[in-house]
């Protein structure tokens, strides 16, 4: 990918809390071929999130590209800001791969994603792990941490928490003073990506982790870019995505649901404004029926 970056916008969801958006429009490809970044992340919109106070920022995930990755610094510097970190919110490709624009700064996640990530380091720099493009080099991390890490950005307090929510090596950010969540992947708009049905079970106990902090705000990797710049979305979004997978569960004993489109499926949450509708989603939809219906038949 070039620098080139013609649909990327900064947003500014909160006081201090910046997101880089990019996709969700229509026809926009970064290459007519298949790949991960436009099938996996620009086709339902990405963004990359950095919490800022005065001349520090902790950088949450590094964006689809080296390129995304410096446009963010470059953002921020021209803010006043030198001192960075960044925390990946978990092992797949379109959190990790510009992280190379931050080499010289310390990079955290945790023990699992650097597992993963360095299991797979051969694979994603050759592009042959999830396809083209590689990322190499892969910049793995510099620091590790098991279920919860306390950091301060500046004077606002920022905590780190493990969880099993569609990976098994995820990292939200809460960030108590303003009760704001950033989510990563564990919560998506309008329905979670499903890569590991077989952890449903955990995926749900976890969820109830996150609804017990008291969330304000959730601010999601894959969202709404009207959403995210809004503020982000409210509680409803961890109950909607629990109904989701439940509803998923539920193909076990009646597989004769699973033709159902996703619109129906969520259609109450829709009405009660808790996701946001956007049409490629019945494709994933479709890719999370076929996945759980094939761990039922083998799992």
Not at 133 to 145: C, K, Y
Not at 239 to 262: E, I, N, S
């Amino acid at each position: 990918m070039t620098g080139r970056l013609p649909h990327l916008r900064l947003l500014e969801s909160a006081p201090g809390i910046l997101a880089w958006y990019d996709g969700r429009v229509a026809g926009y490809r970064t290459d007519p071929a298949p790949n991960w970044v436009d099938d996996g992340a620009i086709a339902v919109g990405i963004a990359s999130y950095a919490v800022v106070d005065g001349d520090q920022a902790l950088v949450y995930d590094t964006h689809v590209s080296v390129a995304h990755g410096r446009r963010i610094r470059a953002d921020l510097e021209a803010r006043g800001v030198r001192d960075f970190t960044v925390v990946l919110s978990h092992w797949h490709l379109d959190h990790v791969a510009g992280t190379e624009a931050f080499a010289d700064c310390e990079v955290i996640a945790n023990i699992r994603t650097a597992a993963h990530l360095e299991a797979r380091r051969e694979g994603i720099e050759a592009g042959t792990d999830k396809g083209p493009p590689a990322i190499r080099p892969l910049i793995l991390p510099s620091t590790t941490f098991d279920s919860h890490r306390a950091l301060t950005v500046g004077d606002r307090v920022v905590e780190l928490i493990g969880a099993n929510i569609h990976s098994d090596d995820a990292t939200v950010i809460w960030l108590p003073d303003g009760g704001t969540l950033l989510a990563g992947d564990t919560l998506e708009d309008p329905a979670t990506y499903v890569c590991e049905p077989q952890d449903f079970a955990a995926h749900l106990a976890d969820l109830d982790r996150l609804a017990a902090l008291g969330a304000r705000a959730i601010l999601p990797n894959h969202g709404d870019p009207a959403r995210i710049a809004a503020g982000g979305y409210g509680p409803g979004l961890i109950g909607a995505t629990q109904r989701y997978v439940r509803w998923l569960m539920a193909l076990r004993d009646d597989p004769a649901r699973a033709d159902t489109p996703l619109s129906q499926v969520i259609r109450d949450d829709l009405e009660a404004g808790h996701l946001v509708w956007f049409q490629d989603y019945e494709e994933v939809h479709a890719e999370n029926v076929a996945r759980t219906l094939a761990q039922f038949r083998h799992g």
